[in-house]
């Protein structure tokens, strides 16, 4: 079970909401029910994320949630757009609690809980009052094991599993981080940020990508630490986003980004883009685990 109230949540609502949000959102609306919420990025002209989000239907409505620190930031996007729609777009962040479950059988859980792949595999949400969110902790606790979020960020990385802040930015472009089969639908109508995706689509190529690393050494590795040529470790080459020691696998292990040329599995580069020692490690593919 994982705590994921402090994540922000906005209602959308209004006759127009439907075709408003399919053209922000780079996945189809038509996914998205009461019961199962889509993955899905809001970009901006160019392509580059201003947001990553999980949506699901509401009573009349849509909800949708995102990382917190893009509470505000986001309300003001969405709001941007709307000209002559009828959609209304509230802040619902304080209404509701949140809480995730990932290897629980659905009916185990509470009615209402909605299917959701937050660590790439199929979890269950469940959005309820914040005055009930500590009796079913404590009660969901008793039966199940409480990821907080050490754990969780550890399970996140384990999976390659991009997050907004780390791997996600307004610098990126959705497929360079690999949620092209997650969060995008190529056959969908028009949204912004539509032309630069479907150009990458065509061409099958991008400048970087997000991969995992491993320490061949063993030694930490640590996130914003630059990535260089594994020959003589003067070309920068990437960086490393997000890094943890996992005693699942025993090994230190990161998620970075790393420069076309350089991002096939088996390739061996250094940390530090400077010429100086380094840390040797290893591409490889994700999941982890």
């Not at 189809?28 to 160019?46: E, F, H, P, W, Y």
């Not at 009660?139 to 780390?166: H, K, M, T, Y």
């Amino acid at each position: 079970m994982f705590d994921l109230s402090d994540r922000a949540k906005f209602r959308v609502r209004g006759a127009d909401r439907v075709r408003y949000l399919n053209g922000q959102i780079t996945n189809d609306m038509g996914k998205a029910s009461a019961t199962q919420a889509i993955r899905a990025a809001v970009l901006n002209a160019k392509g580059h994320m201003n947001a990553d989000v999980f949506i699901h239907c509401g009573d009349d409505s849509f909800l949708l949630d995102s990382d917190s620190a893009l509470r505000l930031g986001l309300a003001g996007r969405l709001e941007r757009y709307v000209i002559a729609d009828d959609v209304e777009i509230d802040d619902v962040t304080e209404e509701f609690a949140l809480l995730h479950f990932v290897d629980v059988p659905a009916g185990e859980l509470d009615p209402g809980t909605v299917a959701a792949q937050r660590f790439g595999c199929v979890g269950y949400d469940l959005w309820l009052p914040p005055s009930r969110r500590a009796p079913l902790i404590q009660q969901f606790g008793a039966r199940f094991r409480v990821c907080d979020s050490n754990c969780a960020e550890l399970l996140r990385i384990e999976r390659g599993i991009p997050r907004w802040g780390n791997e996600l930015s307004e610098e990126i472009i959705p497929v360079e981080a690999g949620l092209e089969s997650v969060a995008i639908d190529y056959s969908k109508g028009c949204y912004i940020g539509q032309e630069v995706i479907s150009r990458i689509k065509m061409s099958g190529q991008t400048n970087k990508r997000l991969r995992g690393l491993i320490s061949i050494s063993g030694a930490p590795l640590r996130s914003g630490t630059r990535l260089s040529d594994g020959e003589q470790g003067t070309r920068e080459v990437g960086w490393i986003t997000s890094a943890a020691r996992s005693p699942r696998l025993e090994k230190e292990i990161a998620l970075g980004f790393v420069k076309r040329g350089f991002n096939a599995p088996g390739t061996r580069l250094l940390t530090g883009g400077d010429g100086g020692e380094g840390v040797p490690v290893e591409v490889v593919e994700l999941p982890f685990a």
